[in-house]
């Protein structure tokens, strides 16, 4: 769809629904949304990227603890998208660029603390994952999840020629395209377009947010944008409810009858019967959820809370993206972080254990990832500034638990950030054929190393 027809749909589902409504099958922003609480500053500009796409992991992953890197598997067979046709996964974007360093801290390397004098984590502190590496002690939920195999972490996570702007890098996270303009399909969009069939739940992808992030950009399904779970409805003014049924009951006639046609209207006309019976029927279903563990009392826990809710209801959710801001940390990081740290690993403990509580932790798995990680050496605000690779974390009762990757090398840096030895998109690659059933080749445009991190 042509930009212009894009603007023209949502302009016109905008006055439609009085804008109560997010159901839209491709994004209103041509880039990522950008980090929650600081604007970003761009250490460098955005540079050309490569002039193709690497098909290959340059560093195969080792895990440290659990099962062996396994070599690219072949396309999902029937079977494996039956039973993957009951899994979703949630994908959680931690936007500013997180401080992986001080997340998964290399403890037992002398440099870690030289090249951070003022921002390290002391040893004694660290929750010790091996003789080597350990978490931030403010992720101790993290480490009971790890201690139960449920944790997977997955060091040095990047890709080549690595871009430090926050928009160029998004982008190419949420299209796994390194070269050339983004693509009108994000990587999950591209699942989405594989699987929908007309008539599918609207609910089958949702966005927690207010617009519809690049990663999950397609023409071909639609996708839920949602703030609230509670609030998603057609709104009318509150001093004319009796106003809500009619005004529906015109837009759907003039929705699936319009007088003129258009590639914007027509949208609408396929969308509208889906629309509203997704409102009616997501606007019931805080009534019959009742939450299986205590959640903690910030915006994410409470996102995540409203996740259990989608995925209890059955509506045949797939995917489920949200994110925390607040990770561009270039001054005054410590404090920052560590609360950052604290509101992760225990909003998605708790999450965790709402799923067990529903008999649903062995259908989801989450994975979190950030645009790009921080540069080794702290700078002159007790802060970091924007680097390169970085850990990423999977979570779930189907997860093959341990260390992933060995921890990139302090003293063997790329112009004074980590290297990379897991190309991000072997992760995808394997979260694609190995969770969701699906040919990760057609999706990504290319074969990537699959590694094994998944126990079923």
Known sequence: MRSSSRRAFLRTGALGAAAGLAVACTSPTPHPAAPATQPPTDAAPATNPPAAVSATNP?????????????????????????????????????????????????????????????????????????????????TAFKSLFDQGQLAVLQGVGYPNPNRSHF?????WHSARLDGPAPEQGWLGAFMSEIYKVGDSPFECVNFGASIPQALRTTQAPIA???????????????????????????????????QKGPAVDLVARNWDATMTGVSTLSATSEKYQPKAQYPNNPLARTLQQVTQMLTSDFGTRVVYLQLGGFDTHANEKPQHATLMTQLADSLLAFQNDLDGHGLSDRVVTMMFS???????????????????????????????????????????????????????????????GWLGASASDVLGGNFEKLDFLAA
């Open 59 to 139: 560093a195969p992953a080792t895990p440290v603890s659990g099962a062996t890197a396994a070599q690219t598997s072949a396309p999902a067979t029937a079977t494996d998208a039956q039973s993957a046709g009951q899994r979703a996964l949630v994908v959680l974007q931690l936007s500013g660029g997180h401080d992986g360093l001080n997340a998964v801290i290399p403890y037992g390397d002398g440099l870690y603390y030289q090249l951070r004098p003022q921002i390290n984590i002391p040893a004694d502190k660290v929750l010790h994952l091996d003789d080597h590496v350990g978490l931030h002690p403010n992720l």
């Open 168 to 172: 160029r890098s998004m982008e190419i």
């Open 225 to 259: 944008a949602l703030q609230d779970t509670a609030s998603f409805q057609f709104l009318v003014d509150r001093r004319l409810p009796s106003m809500k049924d009619p005004l529906l009951k015109t837009f759907g006639q003039v929705a699936t009858k319009p007088a």
């Open 371 to 433: 645009e790009f990680g921080r540069r080794v050496k702290e700078n002159g605000s007790q802060g970091t500034d924007h680097g390169a690779a970085g850990p990423m974390f999977v979570v779930g009762k189907s997860i093959r638990g341990g260390l992933y990757g060995d921890h990139p090398k302090l003293d063997d840096l790329d112009d004074g950030d980590l290297k990379f030895g897991i190309d991000f998109r072997s992760v995808y690659s394997t979260v694609l054929e």
